[in-house]
């Protein structure tokens, strides 16, 4: 367990630094990142997607419906063309049909993978500095569901590599207004009814 405190476990950050010195390929699928923590370990990033059998794929779970920076955007562009060019099943994804929000860090060598869930984002505050909860999976069942959920994540049917995203860049002139009718024609809308409220003993407040 990695909480990020000195009782419970340590920083996540001194696992990730080994796990990505060794690793042949890495997934990462986090809510958000960090511009400060992508440059910590861009290195380590490109020199997976050089290696033979070597990938690496950075999934960001809310920027494709929160926006980014020019900074933010700019740097996982770069980032995404960087990977591309060394291996097409490398890059910087973005979900597009739904938010996603959880965190799973998966490192493969040798055949063997280490799985990590829990809270921390891909940034400095996640894996350093917030008190955080995640933990290593070593349930075989579980790590290949979560093995199997990732690709899920990345498929192309909910993921989509940056570069063709379209996202809102805050600050610019590429706006919500811009975005096609259809592009968010496509995306799932998710209501719930009052009485779906009331079945679910959902708590709610009700303003007259």
């Known amino acids: 367990m990695f909480t990020n ?4 476990g340590g920083k996540f ?3 990730l630094d080994a796990e990505l010195k060794n690793a042949e390929f890495a997934y990462i699928a986090s809510g958000y990142v ?3 923590t992508v440059l910590n370990y861009e290195k380590e990033f490109l020199r997976m997607s050089t290696l033979p059998s070597g990938y690496c794929k950075i999934l960001v779970g809310m920027a494709y419906f929160e926006g980014l920076s020019p900074s933010s955007y700019n740097l996982l562009t770069n980032l995404n063309n960087n990977l591309s060019s060394n291996s097409q099943n490398s890059g910087v994804y973005l979900s597009y049909t739904q938010r996603y929000h959880g965190k799973i860090y998966n490192f493969g060598q040798n055949n063997s993978r280490n799985i990590y869930l829990g809270s ?3 940034s400095q505050s996640g894996i350093s500095s917030n008190v955080e909860c ?3 999976i070593t349930d075989n069942n579980q790590k290949q569901n979560l093995i199997n959920f990732t690709d899920f ?3 192309p049917a909910h993921a989509v590599k940056i570069d063709k995203s379209n996202v809102i860049i805050h600050g610019s002139q590429r706006s919500k207004k811009q975005i096609s009718r259809a ?3 496509q995306l799932p809308r998710h209501r ?3 009485s779906q409220v009331h079945q679910r003993n959902i708590p709610y407040f009700d303003f007259d």
Do not use: K, Y
Not at 5 to 8: D, E, G, L, N, V
């Open 5 to 8: 405190t000195t009782q419970f």
């Open 13 to 15: 950050e001194h696992r």
């Open 34 to 36: 960090g511009r400060d």
């Open 120 to 122: 921390s984002n891909f």
């Open 134 to 136: 995640t933990i290593e």
């Open 153 to 155: 994540l990345f498929d």
């Open 183 to 185: 592009s968010l024609a």
């Open 192 to 194: 719930i009814t009052l």
